[in-house]
């Protein structure tokens, strides 16, 4: 048996092969996004198919944490029917008494050591997607998380039905996680296949 032609035949038929293009990580979570909202677009629930449908303003997103798996999220409080395809954040505490304290205290999972609390609003800040996702990376039960996150956001703003751009309160947390919680932050743009940008926070 001849194996240096059958080697050599394989990486001939190799290099004919036409080249792929390998996807990129914003391509990647575009698509968990995509595939994530078509999901919810079709629940049974009208008010779910409604915040996640074509007019609906309601925002998915997936981060990746230094090339690793897609981490997805949703805001309102969806977890707990998704929580196959969405992480839950603070919302994994299941205690509902304990949980309001927590929410009502601004408590906060992200780098507990500079901890970051968040402000009241119209909605709790902690269950956008957004914090979801870092409050998952640093809970107690993962490693400390470092390095570089990705984050492929897609909110249906009335303004822009692609953007990129995390809300003001999300910036805040954003901001505090890369500067005080040895995290680098980049953001997708509206064309996945760019490459993703820093985030940029104001000077401290």
């Known amino acids: 048996m001849n194996t240096g032609n059958a080697a050599a035949s394989t990486v001939n038929v190799a290099a004919m092969a036409p080249s792929v293009t390998p996807t990129s990580i914003c391509e990647e979570l575009q698509t968990q996004n ?5 999901d919810l677009s079709e629940d049974t629930a ?3 198919n409604e915040a996640f449908g074509p007019s609906g303003a309601t ?6 944490l230094s090339g690793g798996n897609p981490i997805g999220a949703t805001s309102r409080l969806l977890p707990s029917r998704y929580n196959k395809r ?5 919302w994994e505490e299941k205690d509902k008494s304990k949980r309001r304290k927590m ?8 780098c507990p050591q ?16 957004e914090s979801k996702i870092l409050e ?3 809970s107690p039960s993962n490693p400390k998380p470092s390095g570089t996150l990705v984050l492929n956001i897609n909110w249906q703003s009335t303004k822009n039905p692609n953007s990129k751009e995390a809300c003001e309160a999300c910036q805040k947390l954003l901001c505090h996680a890369q500067k005080e919680c040895n995290l680098v932050i980049k953001l997708c743009q509206e064309d996945p296949k760019d490459p993703p940008e820093p985030l940029l926070c104001p000077p401290s």
């Open 86 to 90: 969405v992480v839950e954040g603070l």
């Open 34 to 38: 995509t595939s994530l909202r078509k």
């Open 46 to 48: 009208k008010n779910v």
């Open 59 to 64: 925002t998915v997103a997936h981060g990746a």
């Open 136 to 138: 998952t990376l640093f």
């Open 103 to 110: 929410l009502a205290s601004g408590s906060s999972n992200v």
């Open 114 to 129: 500079k901890p970051f609390k968040y402000a009241k609003g119209y909605r709790p800040h902690q269950s956008h997607c």
